[in-house]
């Protein structure tokens, strides 16, 4: 009787240690449903974009060739941009290349805004960019691409980091994209859509800046006349909430003279995308130049499955902007050596 007692009594230790470590089992899976890992790469459902599979393999067979640096190819491009579109002193408008009483010229509208002591105090006294080279830049785009790329460590081991259009850093982002910010833009079209012209409450907008950290943020107020009062009102909430975010103004003259320069270079587009801008930028103030993102196509080059046009969304892009033309520049750039474009996953060590 005692013997079958202990055996009862070591049968029911071992269902209540069994029982104990099912429940921790389910309550570690349940942790995990709540926080799901990485997203897996949707299996290719056969859709592929009209006439895209040709372009994808003269593409393949483009990037496939291995990438070497062509110092000459990279000097005569960072000259002629230096010399006719001066980005080190013009890109953006300061103190001294805009002075009181000054007219700004729109660079996509026939209008003009002469500049008032208020507007002026709002201008940095010097180039917030030092008149120096960074070794090694990132410019991120906001393309699907990156999408499970694993291309975060690499862009935040940049010595400066480019980033468009406010994207969201957040962490479920963070392992694709990264979260080192170093100048960031804004479209003004994002203060009114997201934001309600910041007429309204303000904090939401300066509380989702806070992932930039005392980045500078590159305002376009001077393209159109609605941007120009949507900028000043982001100015004003900055200041006020006190956020260390440095927004900066756009100069219309550089904006112009880009447009040229690219026109030149057989870009048939009403102004350039603000990626293009943004690797223009770097091409002038960085040695080595990596551009994320970039892919304009809504299929993966290699692996062929549907992918959204942006990394966290899919609004469709601005029609102002020739994105597949501006895409065969930069890959072209990329086979001359001048930067290097990065398609599909970033490996570690790379």
């Known amino acids: 009787m005692k013997g079958q007692l202990l055996k009862s009594l070591f049968f029911l230790m071992i269902m209540v240690f069994f029982l104990g470590s099912l429940l921790m089992f389910c309550d570690n899976n349940l942790e995990l449903q709540r926080s799901p890992p990485h997203k897996k790469r949707p299996p290719w459902n056969g859709k592929l974009c009209k006439g895209c599979r040709e372009v994808f393999n003269k593409v393949k067979e483009r990037y496939s060739r291995t990438w070497k640096k062509q110092e000459d190819h990279y000097q005569r491009l960072g000259s002629q941009l230096r010399n006719e579109c001066h980005g080190f002193d013009k890109a953006i408008i300061t103190q001294a290349n805009t002075p009181v009483g000054a007219n700004i010229v729109y660079d996509a509208e026939r209008r003009t805004l002469k500049v008032t002591p208020e507007l002026f105090s709002t201008f940095p006294k010097e180039h917030p960019l030092p008149n120096k080279k960074w070794d090694t830049c990132a410019v991120v785009g906001n393309g699907g691409i990156l999408t499970n790329s694993s291309c975060g460590k690499m862009i935040d081991s940049a010595q400066f980091v480019m980033r468009c259009n406010l994207p969201p850093l957040d962490e479920g982002y963070r392992k694709d994209v990264g979260i080192k910010t170093d100048l960031v833009t804004a479209n003004p079209s994002i203060f009114s859509n997201k934001y309600g012209s910041l007429t309204r409450r303000r904090r939401p907008f300066v509380e989702n800046l806070r992932s930039y950290g005392n980045s500078l943020l590159l305002l376009p107020a001077f393209s159109f006349g609605f941007s120009t009062p949507l900028c000043m009102r982001a100015i004003y909430s900055i200041d006020d909430f006190e956020s260390p975010i440095r927004p900066v103004f756009l100069n219309p003259k550089y904006l112009q003279s880009l447009n040229l320069f ?31 993102g970039f892919w304009p196509f809504s299929n993966h080059p290699y692996g062929l499955y549907a992918l959204t046009n942006h990394y966290y969304d899919d609004v469709k892009a601005s029609s102002f902007h020739a994105m597949p033309t501006e895409f065969d520049i930069l890959l072209q750039l990329h086979s001359q050596g001048v930067l290097r474009l990065h398609l599909g996953d970033c490996r570690p060590g790379e």
Do not use: D
Request: aromatic share 10%; proline share 3%.
């Open 262 to 292: 690219w026109r030149s270079q057989g870009l048939r587009a009403h102004r350039p995308s603000t990626g293009l801008f943004m690797a223009s930028l770097a091409l002038e103030h960085c040695t080595n130049v990596h551009l994320y």
